[in-house]
């Protein structure tokens, strides 16, 4: 079994080898954006899907279900593509939270899009991953106190990626006139930045609750 | 005193503390220049043994210090005469020229047919480029201060020596025509005056048609009637503001002036010279007042038939003089003294001809000598007469820097002995051309280094006096944080008149004292001596605190520890919206911050937003208890979309995600800042004369929908609510009067979509009666607020409404019961009517005594809207019909704003569901968060309606809404302009009393879906039912609330405030202090004040509507007890 902690450790690393990695070939972030992104998702969300799935099963009955006061049940096709609506759904809200704050409405409409695929990728896909195909768990679970290990763990990456892709969008207006400050790059950045720090934050935490519990039960 | 004028009291203090502090950091920032009165004479030449060469004894050749070269001068001054636009492209067709191009080929001519007699320089102004400022650094030779900006349509006389006041002086005749700025300059100096009207910028013509008339007419008078003539053409000035320089116009105008160079140039006789001059360029949107290189570059052309240049003038593209070289150059050559505070420098290559030395040797190369010498005497001449005004300068101001003054002074001896040696040396002519060629140089090099060096100087900034501002404005923050603080303590009322008292004998004592002590360290009083400011502001300040400190109550609030466990205590919205306040006033010390200041603005309002949204669900869903959860679950399992769109949460989403459209939708109304190139002008921005085809229709009905709405919406809300059916002066304002006036308003955009012909043609009354009209209705409808500012129909006998009456009122009686229910029953009635029966109840049992009164749950907030839509209806008028949708938009924003703070409110008090007074005091207890928000959506607005804290931006054209433009003084246009330019500001900071009476009739939407959730005591619901009448029956809140609102809006502007001047005052040294910072803090400091004073009516107008109201109740109280 892989506790809970060593996901968010493997999860950090390999979300920084990818980005490593994107260097080597012609797609980096920098140089094109909405490529590296694409291929990002695909890798970091295939990666989720390995990585969620025993986790989910054995913390199913237990705690995720607590919020919504049902528990989640195995994988159905028909939740599956509910869960997936509600992956789109997500995506698409992204896109119009990026124009709502100020992103060019009819212009760079693919690099908005791919910023919210990532954003998608690196919120809503853990949830799904996690809590199975519900919106309202998932939404409960990010706004209220956390009950649970995954809920926390949830919580803090989801927040932290919100909170880094919002604070990434302050250097796009400074006339510093390098070529990472346009649009979807440092949003991107910021994000990336926010949700490894998430990750790594809550590995911090579970270790440091497991010695706790330790000590206690010493 | 009343409880309310207390707290007035306390607020103007703060006022009062952060305008002191406004008016310190400008006087520091914004230094002015001293103005010598010394004028330049003729007898004494600033260099030894100079003065008038004696020629043949040629009389008319005699000049001042030099001969005289011209006899006569003919300036045609051609407003935003950019530099390209006077160049002549040979490679573009008259088709492929932009309008602006290729306009004048008189001047190519001219200057290839000629080219000994013609020279074409880049002519650069010294920012600020606006025409006063340009007309009195051509005229004196001096530079300008950005203070005198401010003056700019308060042509006030130039005191200066100038060049205008020694052709006077000489004799000579000056006849000027053009814009009216120059006689407000020169009241006296000119022989004859032909001056039109210049400020309105709708009127291309007449300036230009005037001029034409005379101009050619007076050339031709004969010898002796005019020495000097001026022209001054107005007309491309105002195509480029009108229309822009892309625009076809532009190509008329330009193609005119070039007929009047020509026809003037074919007049011109042997000794005359002619200049051709803009006085500054203008942006690629036609407007101008900034440094960018399109607005410095303006076009200087010299053409005489006489030899004018030995040699063709090595032309390379934009040979650039500075605009002030005008003035020196032009002494000489018509042989009138330098103007004493010049700091220009000749054009050497003007100086040929003539000479103060004889020479009487005629060496071979004698005209290059002579080319030579004269240029080099006549930068000789210049240097000293700049030398002599140093002296002087250094004498009287103290600012110059000693050490340097001296330097340059030793280094003029210097050159000047070199000089003096080749001149006389009798060395061979070769050195001697090498030891000019270095004294020229050397000249060159001490004009410009004094240039230089006044520059810094008088860019320098009064230190003292600008930390003394920013440091009583930190106390009036601090103030405000105080009062924002213990407004939380009803029992802080007690002390108030204590604290009151403290103040005004601080005030006195520290007013005392300063000047005492101004008076004994420097013995006189001046303007500069700060002590009689400073002192007052923190006598006041220590005043109150001592008097706040020594409540028992308060003391508590004060300690540091507390402070910080309240810190604590905030939820995450506050600690959001704090860091968004810090953000945005460190943002301005940032330039590229400050140029995106419009997006980065509405950035940070939709974070607030949906942070606020975030916090209020985290307060509802902080504890859903089990049970409620699992029964929630439960009974979502049958999937029901018309439940699941309408739960409160979701609700609340909706309303957020609106008002982001909103924010997004206002964006498109942004005006462009120079800096912001990838930026284009909206549509909206544009005149609807200059929008083209089927747009026009669309847009022009478009505005007009917009401009109906406005009223309609308020009389549909006002009736809903029973404040239409009364019958006082403010109803049938609103009933009437409103709609009247946004027909107005709409016929009169409908004039401005006509051709500019038409509309020129037609009498000067039909032009200026709509607008007119709308001010008169709003006016009368600012009067009628005041007057009677209770909409409320009191009805004592129900059978009044018998049933012919309902019958034809068809909704009347239904509306009625409805109405019950708000009507203030309780409380002022005797009590056997008290709580228990329903209202409905009441109706059918016909108890008729009771009276009924319609509107009183909205009492406070009918008074207000209607004060916020008679301002808006003002603005829009003001705005343009461009703007309409902006303005509409900024009310619908408001809206949904004040709606979304409600339901918060009201689901809060519900859930606390506290005692009586609780539920007040939690209803009408605005947070620091939307209060954060109310001050950011006033700055997103001030963007969003065509705005940019830049000076290229202001609307000039707003002042002739209703006016033709002749105005007798300033105060007119200026409130016009300024209104238009702080539209927001007014609007937000009027309907700021809304915030506070909100929550008690609106947000119901939410009751309902919540009722089920927390059923509530039914003591608070009762008080919910009852409105804003609530907050009558608890005036103690009410003032104390009132105060803590208007002290933290007030809060926030000090902040921001104080982030314009802690960067202006900070980079003062920075590239672009004059560019960005500085005018993004005259604009802060400008809306600070306007803030302030919509503040203090607003205040005024809430205690009035509380008072009337007062008066009112009693009134019904007596009639009661007689019953």
């Known amino acids: 079994m892989r506790s809970l902690a060593n996901v968010c450790l ?209 | 005193m009343g409880l309310g004028l207390k707290t007035f009291g306390l607020l103007l203090w703060t006022v009062a503390l952060s305008v002191v502090g406004i008016t310190l950091f400008t006087k520091g920032f914004l230094l002015n220049r001293l103005e010598v009165p010394i004028k330049s004479s003729c007898e004494e030449s600033p260099i030894e043994g100079g003065g008038a060469g004696e020629e043949g004894g040629e009389t008319q050749k005699k000049g001042c210090w030099t001969n005289r070269q011209f006899k006569k001068a003919i300036i045609l001054i051609v ?105 407000g300059l020169y009241p006296k100096q000119f022989h004859k005056v032909y001056a039109f009207p210049s400020f309105n910028v709708k009127d291309l013509h007449t300036v230009d048609n005037g001029v034409l008339e005379h101009l050619v007419p007076e050339m031709e008078k004969e010898e002796g009637e005019w020495d000097v003539l001026i022209g001054h053409f107005l007309g491309v000035d105002h195509v480029g503001h009108r229309f822009g320089p892309y625009h076809p116009t532009m190509g008329e105008k330009l193609t005119q002036m070039d007929g009047v160079i020509r026809s003037v140039v074919s007049k ?225 009322v007690y002390n108030l008149e204590k604290q009151l008292s403290g103040i005004a004998v601080g005030v006195g004592l520290g007013f005392i004292l300063g000047i005492v002590s101004e008076i004994c360290t420097n013995g006189t009083l001046t303007t500069s001596s700060l002590a009689p400011f400073m002192l007052p502001c923190l006598g006041s300040f220590i005043g109150y605190t001592t008097s706040a400190w020594s409540n028992k109550s308060s003391k508590q609030t004060y300690k540091v520890l507390e402070l910080w466990r309240t810190l604590k205590k905030q939820p995450v919205d506050w600690m959001v919206a704090t860091m968004l306040v810090g953000w945005n006033a460190c943002g301005l010390g940032a330039n590229s911050f400050l140029i995106n200041e419009d997006a980065i603005t509405a950035f940070l309002l939709q974070s607030l937003v949906w942070s606020l949204l975030l916090a209020a669900n985290f307060n509802r869903q902080s504890a859903p208890s089990k049970e409620q959860t699992q029964k929630r679950a439960r009974a979502e399992k049958s999937f029901d979309i018309g439940r699941y769109i309408t739960r409160p949460s979701l609700l609340l989403l909706f309303v957020v995600v609106v008002f982001s459209i909103c924010v997004r939708l206002s964006m498109f109304f942004r005006a462009c800042r120079e800096e912001q190139w990838w930026c284009e002008t909206p549509h909206f921005l544009k005149s609807l004369s200059t929008v083209e085809g089927g747009h026009k229709n669309a847009r022009y009905f478009f505005a007009a929908a917009c401009m109906a709405l406005i009223p309609v919406s308020l009389r549909l809300f006002m009736s809903k609510n029973g404040n239409m059916d009364s019958v006082t002066p403010t109803v049938l304002n609103v009933k009437y009067a409103l709609p009247v006036a946004a027909v107005c308003t709409s016929l009169y955009w409908a004039m401005q979509a006509l051709p500019q012909r038409v509309l020129d043609n037609l009498p000067a009354w039909e032009q200026v009666i709509l607008p007119r009209v709308v001010y008169v209705i709003i006016f009368s409808s600012f009067v009628s607020i005041v007057w009677k500012p209770l909409c409320l129909l009191l009805q004592i006998d129900r059978n009044y409404y018998g049933p012919d009456r309902t019958f034809q009122n068809g909704g009347r009686d239904r509306q009625l019961s409805k109405l019950y229910n708000q009507v203030k029953s309780r409380g002022t009635l005797p009590p056997k009517n008290g709580s228990g029966t329903s209202a409905k109840d009441e109706w059918d049992a016909d108890t008729k005594r009771i009276p009924a009164v319609y509107g009183l749950a909205t009492v406070y907030s009918a008074a207000s809207l209607v004060m916020t839509v008679t301002c808006s209806q003002l603005v829009a008028l003001l705005l343009g019909d461009g703007l309409a949708p902006a303005v509409l938009l900024l009310l619908v924003q408001m809206g949904l704003y004040l709606e979304f703070h409600a339901a918060v409110k009201r ?166 202090v004059w560019n960005i910072f500085a005018p993004r803090y005259v604009f802060e400091g400008v809306s600070f004040l306007v803030v302030c004073i919509a503040m203090l009516l607003s205040y005024l107008l809430l205690l009035r509507v509380d008072h009337t109201l007062a008066g009112w109740v009693g009134k019904l109280r007596d009639y009661c007890k007689t019953q």
């Not at chain 1, 099963?57 to 939740?79: L, Y």
């Not at chain 2, 010294?126 to 203070?147: A, E, H, V, W």
Request: charged share 15%; glycine share 6%; net charge neutral.
């Open chain 2, 907 to 1072: 689901t809060q008090a519900r859930k606390e569901g506290l005692s009586q007074e609780g539920s007040t005091t939690v209803l009408s207890q605005v947070p620091w968060p939307v209060v954060v928000g109310w001050g950011l959506m006033t700055s997103q607005y001030f963007f969003y309606t065509g705005h940019q804290a830049a000076i290229p931006t202001i609307r000039f054209e707003s002042a002739f809404t209703g006016f033709y433009g002749d105005f007798d003084n300033n105060l007119i246009p200026a409130m016009l302009i300024g209104l238009n330019t702080f539209a927001s500001q007014v609007l937000f900071t009027m309907s700021l009393p809304l915030l506070l009476v909100w929550p008690f009739c609106r947000g119901k939407w939410m009751d309902k879906k919540l009722a089920a959730g927390h059923p509530g005591n039914q003591e608070v619901l009762d008080e919910l039912q009852k409105g804003e009448f609530v907050l009558h029956e608890h005036p103690v809140e009410y003032r104390l609330n009132s105060l803590r609102l208007y002290s933290m809006f007030l809060i926030f502007n000090i902040i921001k405030l104080g982030g314009t001047m802690v960067s202006a005052g900070h980079l003062r040294n920075h590239l672009m």
């Open chain 1, 10 to 218: 493997f999860r950090a690393a390999a979300l920084l080898a990818l980005c490593l990695l994107s260097n080597l070939t012609s797609w980096s972030l920098l140089l094109k954006p909405t490529v590296f992104l694409r291929y990002f998702c695909v890798a970091y969300g295939a990666m989720q899907l390995h990585v969620s799935v025993d986790v989910q099963k054995k913390n199913s009955a237990t705690n995720a279900g607590a919020v919504s006061g049902r528990s989640v049940k195995g994988w159905k096709i028909s939740s599956f593509v509910k869960g997936f609506l509600f992956f789109l759904l997500s995506i698409l809200s992204f896109h119009v939270i990026a124009v709502l704050y100020g992103a060019p409405l009819q212009e760079d409409t693919e690099e908005t899009f791919s910023w919210a695929l990532l954003m998608a990728t690196l919120t809503a896909l853990p949830c799904w991953c996690m809590l199975g195909s519900r919106l309202e768990t998932w939404v409960a679970v990010v706004l209220n106190r956390p009950e649970s290990e995954v809920e926390s763990f949830l919580q803090m990456t989801v927040l932290c990626t919100v909170v880094g892709a919002w604070l990434g969008a302050f250097p796009i207006p400074l006339d510093w006139d390098r070529p990472w400050q346009v649009w979807p790059i440092p949003c991107s950045i910021g994000a990336l930045l926010g949700h490894t720090g998430g990750l790594v934050l809550s590995a911090i935490q579970f270790k440091r609750h497991k010695l706790d519990s330790k000590s206690k039960m010493v």
């Open chain 2, 79 to 183: 407003d935003a005469l950019r530099y390209d636009f006077a160049t002549f492209n040979a490679s573009l067709t008259p088709e492929d020229a932009l309008p602006f191009q290729n306009k004048l080929p008189v001047l190519h001519e001219l200057l290839t047919a000629r080219p000994e007699n013609s020279a074409l320089f880049k002519f650069l102004a010294d920012p600020p480029t606006t025409t006063m400022q340009r007309l009195k650094g051509l005229t004196t030779g001096s530079l300008p201060t950005f203070i005198d900006v401010s003056s700019n349509f308060a042509s006030s006389e130039v005191m200066e020596d100038n060049v205008i006041q020694q052709l006077a002086q000489h004799d000579r005749k000056v006849v000027f025509m053009g814009d009216d700025t120059w006689t």
């Open chain 2, 268 to 492: 011109l006789t042997d000794d005359t010279m002619l200049f051709v001059m803009g006085d500054h360029g203008m942006t690629r949107t036609g407007d101008h007042g900034g440094d960018s290189s399109d607005e410095v570059g303006a076009a200087l052309f010299i053409y005489s038939p006489a030899k004018l240049l030995q040699g063709a003038l090595q032309q390379q593209e934009g040979q650039a003089v500075s605009q002030i070289d005008f003035v020196p150059t032009l002494s000489l050559l018509l042989g009138l003294p330098i103007p004493f505070s010049n700091l220009g420098m000749v054009i050497p290559e003007l100086f040929l001809t003539f000479s103060t030395k004889n020479q009487t040797n005629n060496p071979p190369g004698y005209t290059d000598w002579a080319k030579n010498i004269t240029g080099v005497e006549a930068l000789r001449i210049n240097a000293y007469q700049i030398k002599k005004y140093l002296d002087v300068y250094a004498r009287l101001g103290e600012d110059l820097p000693k050490d340097v003054v001296s330097k340059l002074q030793k280094q003029l001896a210097e050159v000047d002995n070199a000089y003096q040696t080749a001149i006389d040396g009798e060395t061979s002519i070769d050195d001697t051309f090498a030891a000019l060629k270095r004294a020229k140089e050397g000249y060159i090099k001490y004009i410009s280094e004094v240039k230089e060096m006044c520059r810094k100087v008088w860019a320098k900034f009064d230190m003292v006096s600008m930390v003394c501002g920013i440091s009583v404005l930190c106390l009036a923050c601090i103030a405000s944080v105080c009062i924002t603080m213990q407004s939380h303590d009803r029992r802080v």
